[in-house]
């Protein structure tokens, strides 16, 4: 007994010492420091509904399902997706953004107090919080109704001073554009941002990349970045286009997630691709935000971007599996052992 007592002993002074000695090499593993990082997330939120119920007639009204709603869930989206997807890998979570003083605007506050999220959020009565609502039937969506209007100067004014005050004291800084209105003085955010010595990732809406001169990463899909520069016949080419693009833009880097083909990044002079995982896809809803939160958590921890893009593909893989916007915890997305560090 006193033996094995010694053994244990000894195991854990190992264990503790090859602890140290990682510490004091660098070599910590990512999960103990993801809690250090500290994100700002500003961007375009919303409220996702889901309404769930059974098919069981043609309406006889127009050649359309009926549909007996059985169940409703609800959930943050768009940027504030974002900032649970950050918030779900542990590290310091502060989202920035305007909601309307009505129903869906209460309902967010109310789910993104649960998340361990600081939700700086200006609530402006003369607008509609955004709503995306999408009807379930026989587990498939049969239709999506969205409700929206864009957020008035006013509030876009308060919402960039809040945003210089929370500047200083994170790591990295995530805009994410959904076309709603709610990035408007993005260029300034990203000056600032950038005089500031912060890394600075977009994930980019519309054919006007041009606003977003200057940022750290841009992270658009591959129809997103087809509509911007046009198609492609072979990877040779795709390369040639990604680059110029960066070096039009003056970006550091370009993150194209392709679907099927994983997603590959483009630096001055490099090209680093990344296949996709093989899951099963149930449900590809937020697959960007799960994306750029995942890059934005690792780059903030001071990890390298290569190994942030490996992560964030393996984080994709995860969340696709999943119904829904949804997010990937630490246990998901680092095995068992993993020696992954920072």
């Not at 503790?16 to 375009?44: I, M, T, Y």
């Not at 500047?167 to 709610?182: C, E, F, N």
């Not at 286009?241 to 993150?255: G, N, T, V």
């Not at 679907?259 to 490099?270: D, I």
């Amino acid at each position: 007994m006193k033996a094995a007592a010694r053994n244990t002993t000894k195991s854990r002074r190992a264990i503790r010492q090859d602890q140290a000695e990682r510490a004091a090499q660098g070599q910590v593993p990512v999960a103990a420091r993801l809690r250090k990082a500290r994100v700002l997330v500003v961007g375009d939120v919303m409220l996702d509904r889901y309404w769930f119920g059974e098919v069981g007639r043609i309406s006889p009204e127009a050649p359309v399902p009926v549909v007996k709603i059985d169940r409703v869930e609800e959930r943050p989206g768009g940027a504030a997706n974002v900032a649970r997807n950050v918030a779900a890998l542990e590290a310091h979570t502060s989202l920035v953004s305007v909601l309307g003083k009505d129903e869906p605007g209460s309902c967010l506050r109310r789910l993104l107090r649960h998340e361990r999220i600081d939700a700086q959020l200006h609530t402006d009565p003369d607008v509609k919080t955004t709503v995306k609502l999408r009807v379930i039937g026989r587990h498939q969506q049969l239709v999506r109704v969205d409700f929206e209007e864009p957020p008035t100067h006013e509030s876009l004014a308060s919402q960039f001073r809040v945003f210089t005050k929370l500047l200083q004291s994170h790591d990295a800084v995530i805009l994410s554009d959904y076309g709603k209105g709610g990035l408007t003085h993005i260029v300034n955010m990203i000056r600032a941002a950038r005089a500031a010595g912060k890394t600075v990732l977009v994930d980019p809406k519309g054919e006007d990349y041009t606003r977003y001169r200057g940022a750290s990463l841009l992270t658009p899909n591959r129809a997103e970045f087809r509509d911007v520069a046009g198609g492609w016949k072979s990877e040779a080419e795709l390369t040639r286009k990604a680059h110029a693009l960066a070096r039009e833009l003056r970006i550091d880097a370009l993150l194209i997630t392709r679907s099927e083909e994983g997603m590959t990044l483009y630096r001055k002079g490099s090209r680093f691709h990344v296949p996709a995982q093989a899951r099963e896809v149930f449900d590809v809803s937020g697959a960007g935000d799960t994306v750029i939160a995942t890059l934005g958590v690792m780059v903030a921890s001071g990890m390298a971007l290569d190994e942030a893009v490996r992560l964030a593909n393996r984080a994709a893989g995860i969340v696709v599996g999943k119904f829904g916007t949804a997010v990937v915890s630490p246990e998901e997305l680092f095995e068992t052992g993993q020696t992954t560090t920072v």
